[in-house]
């Protein structure tokens, strides 16, 4: 198929590569002329045969909503808008209504791979009515693994943003068991070898992830986290999760708790939240912060 795909980072850049792998002609276009096929969102446009369906990889929040905004005088009825950034679950009502008013289609999709995505495919979390996803079946196909990690979550605009929200707190709260678990081991001189023992739960038992995969990889690289400071961000999702468990009254301890140590982390230097900071870093190519130079201090 032609698609358009706007957002040519991390993960963008990535995807236009495995669509191009499995046989898919993509335009893509990126605020960095170096990334970019072409010099403009119209130029995009005027290169995909109609129906045209124009894939969004960019910042959630107002990048999303000037794009969309700038899409939905460029295409033309019949055309689909698919948001596949991080965008908040409840802005994907008012997009889908502001592009119907002109007889364009919306999708949701919720995106997870990180820097790993080229390789494994990438998990897909779709919302929107199932003759629009049809049109844009063939570039979810390429885009997730071989076996699994394509579900349509709902009809309903945001569903697919509201699964993925939910896969990223409970990302939060894994990542935050692991990194407890580091520094209360790192904290006894009873255990000689932390990286050895993370590596060796990584067969046989309950707690094996992809997660624990990604911290050995980092303890491999730097066996206490010296490099790296105690602090790590976030990117809205978690506080999205929390806020949906205050409005749907479910109990989220968990998650909540995770969220709150990340901001924590902002406050001291957190010997766990070196852990998270290595393990974002391993599966999104998140910016980490440097620790201290050694034998300094973090002053």
């Known amino acids: 198929m032609d698609i358009g795909l706007v957002g040519l980072g991390k993960m963008g850049g990535n995807m236009r590569t495995r669509l191009r792998q499995a046989g898919h002609t993509v335009v893509g276009f990126d605020r960095n002329p170096d990334l970019a096929d072409v010099d403009s969102l119209a130029a995009l446009v005027e290169a995909l045969p109609a129906p045209r369906v124009v894939w969004v990889m960019v910042p959630a929040g107002d990048p999303t909503h000037q794009t969309i905004d700038e899409l939905a005088d460029l295409l033309s009825e019949g055309d689909l808008v698919v948001d596949g950034g991080n965008s908040k679950y409840t802005d994907d009502a008012a997009h889908a209504e502001q592009l119907a008013q002109r007889g364009i289609g919306f999708v949701d999709c919720g995106v997870s791979g990180g820097v790993w995505g080229l390789q494994n495919g990438y998990a897909l979390m779709v919302g929107g009515p199932a003759e629009q996803i049809a049109l844009v079946q063939p570039a979810l196909d390429a885009l997730k693994p071989a076996d699994g990690g394509f579900v349509h979550a709902g009809s309903k605009p945001g569903a697919g943003h509201f699964a993925k929200m939910v896969h990223n707190g409970i990302e939060y709260a894994m990542m935050q068991a692991y990194a407890e678990g580091w520094e209360l081991l790192e904290a006894t001189d009873l255990v000689e070898n932390v990286p050895e023992v ?81 393990m974002r870093n391993q599966f999104g190519g998140h910016a980490v912060h440097a620790g201290p130079p050694a034998g300094g201090d973090a002053s």
Not at 239 to 254: C, L, N, Q, S
């Open 198 to 278: 993370f590596g060796s739960w990584r067969q046989g038992t309950v707690i094996r992830s992809w997660l624990l995969d990604l911290l050995v990889n980092a303890l491999d690289e730097d066996a206490h986290l010296d490099a790296l400071r105690g602090y790590a961000d976030d990117s809205g999702e978690g506080r999205w999760t929390v806020e949906a468990a205050i409005d749907h009254a479910v109990p989220m301890h968990v998650i909540a708790a995770s969220l709150f140590a990340r901001f924590t982390s902002r406050q001291d230097d957190s010997p766990a939240m070196k852990a998270i900071a290595a």
